[in-house]
């Protein structure tokens, strides 16, 4: 099992940017599809991105595309959401996580309930 560590929140203010590192230990890092996640207090935890455990495709929520991106360096067992041109709606903890690869799988994974793994949360605060 693949244990994961986020680092690289922060506070900014909007229009900013900031890059979330999920380091991953344990486990064989190249076989995890990943995602991001983030959630506010009383709300669900909501996708934010995925990334297949390949690096070859990507897939994000509406409401980051054309501002997040993600990415993931195997070698280095770490996969990292850079985030420009930050709203105050932006304002959550910020989770990655991971599910091994499985040819039974839907392509993207979307949904939290679809993964076993996840990290602690870093803290992301833009201020307007």
């Known amino acids: 099992q693949v244990q994961l560590v986020e680092y690289g929140g922060g506070s900014v203010q909007a229009g900013g940017s900031l890059r979330l590192s999920c380091a991953a230990s344990?486990?064989?890092?190249?076989?995890?599809?990943m995602g991001w996640f983030r959630q506010t207090p009383g709300k669900e935890r909501e996708f934010v991105a995925f990334i297949t455990w390949t690096g070859t495709h990507t897939r994000y929520a509406d409401s980051v595309k054309g501002r997040f991106i993600i990415s993931r360096d195997n070698a280095e067992k770490g996969a990292y959401l850079q985030m420009n041109s930050l709203k105050p709606e932006d304002t959550a903890v910020y989770y990655c996580?991971?599910?091994?690869?499985?040819?039974?799988?839907?392509?993207?994974?979307?949904?939290?309930?679809?993964?076993?793994?996840w990290g602690q949360g870093t803290q992301v605060t833009v201020s307007s």
């Open positions: 996580a991971a599910r091994i690869w499985s040819p039974g799988d839907s392509a993207f994974l979307t949904i939290p309930q679809e993964y076993r793994n």
């Open positions: 344990g486990g064989t890092f190249r076989s995890y599809n």
